[in-house]
């Protein structure tokens, strides 16, 4: 049984297009977060959500939206992709808002922006 | 800035020798401390966590923590070639609610 699981895993679109991606936890944690990873492979923190609240918004285009409907799953929604929002997109959740405790990964979405 | 560094590598190790990854973080006032393992293609996965200086073990790795000196280090015994991957070290920093992550060092392990 998944721990923390993504949809789609592979994501293929035209520039100008909009598209989402979802993520579900099913470890009873009550944050999560969307990390990106870059063709050079550093993890970077986008957004975060503590039971549905956002509590981490760096600086990233309002084109990213974010989305908790409920503390076990966290979306996002990608308006007028461009070329270089190709990348893999990570969720993860962790117990508690300090960053105290582990954060475990979803499988990864891999966006291809052409 | 809060920051992680890590050396990219690749460094490479004969199977069976100890591999040693070491990562220094820019804050003293961080408060976690996180090794991933990331396969090509993969997620990161968590392999050990450590809060306290000095050394903890679990099978056949070691992470070592002093704070005082702000490093962080991963100790892989008797090497695998299934050891070979990229290791991310994460931090996370008082005040803040993120991990954050070094560019990973990666490691090869030659059969």
């Known amino acids: 049984d998944t721990a923390v699981s993504q949809t789609p895993k592979y994501l293929v679109t035209q520039m100008g297009n909009d598209k989402s991606i979802k993520c579900e936890q099913n470890l009873g944690h009550d944050t999560m977060y969307w990390y990106k990873q870059d063709s050079k492979k550093f993890l970077k923190i986008m957004f975060s959500?503590?039971?549905?609240?956002?509590?981490i918004n760096e600086t990233v285009p309002n084109r990213f939206s974010p989305k908790s409907p409920d503390k076990a799953h966290l979306n996002l929604h990608i308006n007028s992709l461009e070329l270089g929002d190709s990348a893999v997109y990570f969720c993860?959740?962790?117990?508690?808002?300090?960053?105290?405790?582990?954060?475990?990964f979803g499988q990864g979405t891999r966006l291809t922006v052409v | 800035q809060k920051e992680v560094e890590q050396n990219s590598g690749p460094l490479s190790v004969p199977e069976g020798a100890i591999a040693s990854l070491n990562c220094t973080y820019s804050?003293?006032?961080?408060?976690?401390f996180f090794w991933y393992r990331q396969y090509s293609g993969k997620s990161p996965e968590l392999i050990m966590s450590?809060?306290?200086?000095g050394d903890k073990e679990d099978g056949r790795f070691t992470a070592q923590l002093n704070k005082a000196s702000q490093y962080v280090s991963l100790l892989i015994r008797d090497s695998q070639p299934s050891d070979s991957a990229t290791y991310l070290c994460a931090v996370t920093f008082s005040g803040t609610y993120k991990y954050i992550f070094g560019t990973g060092t990666r490691l090869k392990v030659l059969a």
């Open positions: 450590i809060y306290s200086n």
């Open positions: 959500y503590n039971n549905k609240e956002l509590i």
């Open positions: 804050d003293r006032g961080s408060q976690s």
């Open positions: 993860a959740s962790s117990q508690g808002t300090g960053g105290i405790t582990e954060a475990f």
